[in-house]
């Protein structure tokens, strides 16, 4: 369904879920920012993948809706 | 379906697990019946043995705990995780946690989490298995309350368990057939949602298929109920989804269950309040309502608590006007109007339609309200409605929406 404005604590919490069940790691220093930018992006596109969404590696209303559906607490890649 | 790195699993067949403590959630009973019947779920299907212990170290520990509880995977709180499991193995290895934090329940209503499904799914963790793309299938990461009453298991979860444990030694339980694992073949895009394509059972036993999904240009086309959400506009038609959207050009082919899996097909009406950002789907005496994709607690209601006497068993449409805030319940040859800032039926009604709609003769399948008019459908037909005069001033094809 149409995308609702980004608010940024839903950047975190998309932050959170990728880093708990697919393996992101944000690189701390800040010199990085593109390269962590790409780098969620990708692992957003790889949970879109997962869920058989329309993998845009954007953050949108379908793709942070399906992150805070109750669920499992095991990771969905092998790792 | 998935396994860990290196597929670990249990290399014997007698599976030993324990109890720790109990959620205050539900009676001890209750809990160790769920817990038992997951376990079935899984020996059911392959060779394994399960044996639970009172005392002393099992394979498989199982206990709830909230937050911070010894492992380096805390819980969160109330949602969000609802528990884990660890991959066969010594120590921690197949114990399973339940987040305390949750409503643990036996039940499959919207008030908790019901705790036989969360076991059977944690209990594939202990056996092995990873989590699986296929909506449906017990391994699938997310939560789905699903009637629990003759629970069976989906293909892929017995792929996967039969890949690292093979088949049940007796008589199989299961019909004759073996699942040898098959390369996914196309499945009818009704039967799956997009961009996923699961594991199918061998044709041979494909149980009968529901109807396929109509033309969209299918002259003869009618729909079930129609309603808008946020700027699109849902048709639906037993488990289909016709999905009309600004935001782009074709229409796109969907099924309920692929945006609300836990709904039942086969709406009677639907209406969206654009206000709350509601949409409320009607079935026989039922009522749901979702925003976007969740569904709202406390549902299904009945349709009494809007109004309807008793002798109202079911709605054919309804739409909501979002400049007068009142909503139109078609039932029969007559209609009611709810008033949503009051949430309660006006006076004066049910009405005949046929005495306020010039030219709406008949019963009404479906509507909604579009660019400031009604649009009734009946049959294969649609009435283009003026809202103010309540006069049909058009009428076209139902599917006039897919430009064909």
Redesign the interface.
Known sequence: ??VVPEKKEDTQFAKKYLE??YGFKEEKNSLFKAKNLNHMADKIREMQ???????TGELN??TL??M?????????I?? | Y????HSPKWKKEDVTYRILNYTPDMLQADVEEAIAKAFQLWSNVTPLRFTRLYSGQADIMISFAAGFHGDF?S?DGP???????YPPGSDIGGDAHFDED?NWTKFTTYSG?NLFL?AA??LG?SLGL??S?V?GALMY???MAKDTRDYQLHPDDIYGIQALYGSPRESPVLPTKAFPPQEPTEMTPAEV????SPRQEPTETTPSKPPSRPEDCDPHLTFDAITT????TLFFKGSYVWRK?P?FVEIEHDTIS?FWPSLIAGFDAAYEVDKTDRVLFFKDDQYWAVS???IESGFPKPIQNLGFPNSVRKIDAAVHDQNTRKTSFFVGNKYWSFNENTQSMERGYPRKIAADFQGIGHTVDAAFQKNGYFYFFHGSNQYEVDIKKKKVIRIMKSNSWFDC
Do not use: W
């Open positions: 369904f149409p708990k069940f993948s997962f869920f058989g969404l329309e993998v209303h379908k809706d399906m805070k559906q109750p669920r499992c607490g095991i990771p969905d092998r790792s | 998935s396994t860990f790195p995977y819980f949602g969000g995780t609802l528990a884990h499991a949750e989490y969360v799914h944690e963790h990873g989590h793309n909506l990461p997310i939560y949602p997009t961009e996923m959400l946020r700027g699109e959207s935001y692929s976007g994709y969740s």
